[in-house]
């Protein structure tokens, strides 16, 4: 582990000198990094297609003349092992920018084109980026007037501002990205990678408190796309449509990772469109897709629109947020050639489970989260769980190496090196293997006069109500009960079901009376981030701020 983002720790030391002995062992670990496999897809298919956005098409040689002459442009201005920052939309110089940052034995870094001066100002700094890539403008935001003001607050500061490098726009006072691809060769080496050193820097959503950075290497990121191509049914020439963002590990590994490492190619949209979204699968015959729950919702809206079954789909991979489990049913019986399946994961264990893809698995497709693959997961004890429920922990060679603040390691990790994913379970035996239901968050959970409330139980029934299109469940602070159950939703007319009818539809269905809400909100859309994730943060703090200062 060579490079200075994963600082030395004793426990940090020891937990990595496990996990690579088992991946190792297991041949989930490879002396080999991805810049090999670019090389050897340049040398051996180079007219073969990795990516398409729009009508420009992008080819095996083209991506390593590319990606090599703007690594050889970052070596100029800055050492090995720097940070390489980019928020961009799902654009195909993305990709060249990310192997370039590879080639250079730099750390690939990122960023949500949603995010703004505050957080990006924060990411800068914390991971120490060299370089910001970034668009003039995207969906009529300035994002080099932002530089210019990210710039203009370093002034004063005495960590050294990141170079500038402005795409598809006027660069202003910065440096244009074409800029960089026309400079002239430099015979600068590139060096050496070990597989086992961290490649890409990625930060969590931080709705509490700060983000911290997730460090992964050349092996786990390697790793989780060979789980990939065993569990989802990846061949050579498969299509991925990648409507999810780049800067998120979903997207960012079927754009750049499943095209040179599985035989895969990725069709890029800039913005999420379903009536778009149908036309493109069936114009450029996917056969894969993952995305959150308003992902498949709307695909599968869209395509009973147009008409059309999809019929080049084989997976449709869904996570990232709840999904009714009436959803996959209903996928499942449109999309004649598609194994649509729940999965679990996160940044820091990508991919913890692969789901339930087998024809004879629906059900489980459907009421789980899927099964492991290559992660060990247990449950643990937690305030927060039912009796059958436990905090889940994983394990596995996918797993993130650390953060990027030691510190934050201490309570991530249990002493035999599982990670605590915050989030609560319950294993299910079935078809001779266990299947794991995602319950709640542990910090989700809302306790009403010492009773712990499920949120995420309430949400999955309520979905199923023919007036709720969208549905949020968090507690509020209350002075009698400590909190109280809250209901926000988007109806599908108006007026929208009222505090008895979901007491009467959740009592129907055998749901304990204590849970019902005690408030219901109408909103007309509920705040989720780019990969569709609940923002109930921002939910909840909305209700605290409209509340009277005492409760009825």
Known sequence: MTTRLLHPNAARDSRFKAMAADAYRAGHWVNTTLTDALKQAARETPDRVLLIEGDTRIDCATLYQQASHLAQALLARAPAGSVVSFMLPNWHEAATIYLASTLAGMVANPILPSLREREVDF??????????FLPARFRNFDYRAMADQLLE???????????????RGDAGRHTAYQQLMDSPQTSTNLPALNPDSVRML????GTTGRAKGVLHSHNTLHALIRQLGEHWHIAPGDRFLVPSPISHIGGSIYAFECPLLLGSSAVLMENWQPEAAVELIDAQHCTHMAGATPF???????????????ESLKVFICGGAAVPPQLI??????LPNASVTRVYGSTEVPVTTVGA?????LDFAADTDGRAGIATVKLCEHTAAQQDEGEILARGAQMLLGYLHVEDDDSSFDKEGYFRTGDIGRLIEGSGTRYLQVTGRAKDIIIRNGE?????ELEDLLLSHPNISD?????????KTGERVCAVLVPTKTPGPDIKELFNFLVERGVAKFKAPEQVEYWEALPRNAAGKMLKHEIRASLIAAAVKSDP
């Open 202 to 205: 990625m930060y969590t959503s």
């Open 471 to 479: 549905i949020a469940i968090v507690g509020r602070p209350h002075k």
């Open 123 to 132: 990411i800068l700094k914390d991971a120490g980026s060299r370089f910001l």
């Open 153 to 167: 607050q370093r002034n004063e500061q005495t960590k050294p501002a990141p170079a500038i490098v402005v795409l």
């Open 357 to 361: 893809p087998l024809p004879e698995e």
């Open 452 to 456: 712990n409330i499920s949120p995420k």
């Open 296 to 310: 498949l919702e709307g695909l599968l809206t869209a395509a009973k629109q147009n008409n059309t079954r999809l």
């Open 329 to 334: 049913r209903d996928a499942a019986e449109y």
